[in-house]
């Protein structure tokens, strides 16, 4: 698509268009990075620097061909993750849209910007990328037939023959030749450690949607086996009053992740516990805050447990005092970044373990669940809330270590 983009830019006289995903903030490391990528690889291959003749913007990620006067600009249907609407009425002069993620768009979305798509100076084109979702996706019953595979539970999709709509499908077979072996081997090694993953995000094969489950095919390794791995380890923290507040510690290895529970108590709970060793370290508590009278109480807490201080702790950010607090007594604790659905999709990409001890982790895991929508069907990136403190915890943690190394599923 982004090299679509370059040659109708490069080669139109009259060409408009946008790169758009759900979040506009992703656009930066996805497509808008991929047009940059493809603009050097033309430059190197043709002897030519076309930097001289696009001007590329990073801060509103938009390229302006300077021979012809085309342009190139990005939208998101969101302007962040916390469903804020961004504007995407001032789209109406585009010739082509390349949107990428797209199962990630509602069927509403899609009508508005489609709606809005009105120039007479060239053919309108809306260029869509997307994995696999479930059958009762609007992308799925809305353009394409469904026929049994050969693997329960999951169908192959057929375009209806819509009149202007083209379907492109394709798995990484199809593109080998440019694929690193140790990638290769990768995917193929999800079709034992994850199935569900394997055949829907590899192979493009079409859920029936029955699971509701957010996380699937986890498994269980004993506290040695977690300790043998050789891998970088974080804490993920997720905190509670009245709530558990839960600790998590995650290894990563190979396109694994390894969870052992650390912590999963109540703060209020923790207070009760420890409350005459507190009143002596530091007296009576004067402010009556909920947070307030918990002061100190975490710190004694990772102390009498052995919470590591050379190993980086990713907070729930709803708590900056805690946070601060763990800071000033030696932890190395920072924000998470709460993306939710992003960072669901990523630990789905991988293949993922947890420890025999970590009870309550393993209770959250069997019972976390979508929400589901009026048809009872569920909603991608939506998990119920409430029993998930540990999980959350870890959801930080994995998200930290992707930062952190880099890491690509």
């Given at each position: 698509?982004?090299?679509?983009?370059?040659?109708?830019g490069?080669?139109?006289?009259?060409?408009?268009g946008?790169?758009?995903?759900a979040i506009?903030?992703?656009?930066?490391?996805?497509?808008?990075?991929?047009?940059?990528?493809?603009?050097?690889?033309?430059?190197?291959?043709?002897h030519?620097k076309?930097?001289?003749?696009i001007?590329?913007r990073?801060?509103?990620?938009?390229?302006?061909?300077?021979?012809?006067?085309?342009?190139?600009?990005?939208?998101?249907?969101?302007?962040?993750?916390?469903g804020?609407?961004?504007?995407?009425?001032?789209?109406?002069?585009?010739?082509?849209?390349?949107?990428?993620?797209?199962?990630?768009?509602g069927?509403e979305?899609?009508?508005?910007?489609?709606?809005?798509?009105?120039?007479?100076?060239?053919?309108?084109?809306?260029?869509?990328?997307?994995?696999a979702?479930?059958?009762?996706?609007?992308?799925?019953s809305e353009?394409?037939s469904?026929?049994?595979?050969?693997?329960?539970?999951?169908?192959?999709?057929k375009?209806?023959?819509?009149?202007g709509h083209?379907?492109?499908?394709?798995?990484?077979?199809?593109?080998i030749?440019?694929?690193?072996?140790?990638?290769?081997?990768?995917y193929?090694r999800?079709k034992?450690?994850?199935?569900?993953?394997?055949?829907?995000?590899?192979?493009?094969?079409?859920s029936?949607?029955?699971?509701?489950k957010v996380y699937?095919?986890?498994?269980?390794?004993?506290?040695?086996?977690?300790?043998?791995?050789?891998?970088?380890?974080v804490?993920?923290?997720?905190?509670?009053?009245t709530?558990p507040?839960?600790?998590?510690?995650?290894?990563?290895?190979?396109?694994?992740?390894y969870?052992?529970e650390?912590?999963y108590?109540?703060m209020?709970?923790?207070?009760?516990?420890?409350?005459?060793?507190?009143?002596?370290?530091?007296g009576e508590v004067?402010d009556?805050?909920?947070?307030?009278?918990?002061k100190?109480?975490?710190?004694?807490?990772?102390?009498?447990?052995?919470?590591?201080?050379?190993?980086p702790?990713?907070?729930?950010?709803?708590?900056?005092?805690?946070?601060?607090?763990?800071?000033?007594h030696?932890?190395?604790?920072?924000?998470?970044?709460?993306?939710?659905?992003?960072?669901?999709?990523?630990?789905?990409?991988a293949?993922?373990?947890?420890?025999?001890?970590?009870?309550?982790?393993?209770?959250?895991?069997?019972?976390?669940?979508?929400?589901?929508?009026?048809?009872?069907?569920?909603?991608?990136?939506?998990?119920?809330?409430?029993?998930d403190?540990?999980?959350?915890?870890?959801?930080?943690?994995c998200?930290?270590?992707?930062?952190?190394l880099?890491i690509?599923?």
């Amino acid at each position: 698509m982004t090299l679509h983009a370059l040659f109708k830019g490069l080669t139109s006289n009259y060409f408009r268009g946008y790169f758009v995903r759900a979040i506009h903030g992703h656009i930066r490391d996805s497509l808008w990075q991929d047009f940059k990528d493809r603009v050097e690889e033309v430059s190197d291959l043709n002897h030519i620097k076309l930097t001289d003749h696009i001007l590329l913007r990073e801060d509103t990620m938009s390229a302006i061909f300077l021979d012809n006067g085309n342009m190139i600009k990005s939208r998101g249907f969101k302007s962040s993750s916390k469903g804020n609407t961004a504007h995407m009425k001032s789209i109406a002069g585009a010739t082509d849209v390349y949107g990428e993620e797209y199962e990630e768009v509602g069927q509403e979305e899609h009508y508005k910007l489609a709606d809005s798509l009105r120039t007479v100076k060239g053919p309108v084109r809306i260029h869509r990328s997307w994995n696999a979702p479930p059958k009762d996706h609007w992308l799925i019953s809305e353009y394409y037939s469904l026929s049994p595979s050969d693997v329960e539970g999951f169908y192959r999709a057929k375009p209806k023959g819509i009149p202007g709509h083209l379907s492109i499908f394709g798995t990484y077979l199809d593109n080998i030749k440019n694929l690193d072996h140790n990638t290769v081997a990768r995917y193929q090694r999800y079709k034992q450690t994850n199935p569900k993953y394997y055949w829907n995000q590899i192979m493009g094969l079409v859920s029936d949607g029955g699971d509701k489950k957010v996380y699937y095919g986890w498994r269980k390794v004993t506290y040695s086996e977690f300790l043998q791995i050789d891998g970088p380890m974080v804490y993920g923290l997720d905190f509670g009053d009245t709530a558990p507040t839960a600790l998590v510690a995650v290894k990563y290895h190979d396109g694994c992740f390894y969870r052992h529970e650390v912590l999963y108590e109540s703060m209020r709970a923790m207070q009760i516990r420890y409350q005459e060793q507190l009143l002596k370290i530091r007296g009576e508590v004067q402010d009556n805050s909920i947070w307030g009278k918990h002061k100190g109480l975490l710190t004694y807490v990772f102390d009498r447990i052995g919470v590591e201080k050379t190993v980086p702790i990713f907070c729930d950010p709803a708590q900056k005092g805690l946070i601060i607090e763990l800071r000033e007594h030696g932890w190395m604790a920072v924000e998470a970044k709460k993306d939710k659905m992003a960072n669901i999709n990523f630990i789905n990409r991988a293949a993922n373990f947890y420890t025999d001890g970590s009870i309550n982790l393993e209770h959250e895991y069997d019972h976390y669940y979508l929400e589901t929508d009026l048809n009872g069907h569920p909603i991608d990136g939506r998990p119920i809330k409430g029993n998930d403190h540990a999980l959350e915890a870890a959801e930080y943690a994995c998200r930290g270590l992707k930062d952190e190394l880099s890491i690509v599923l």
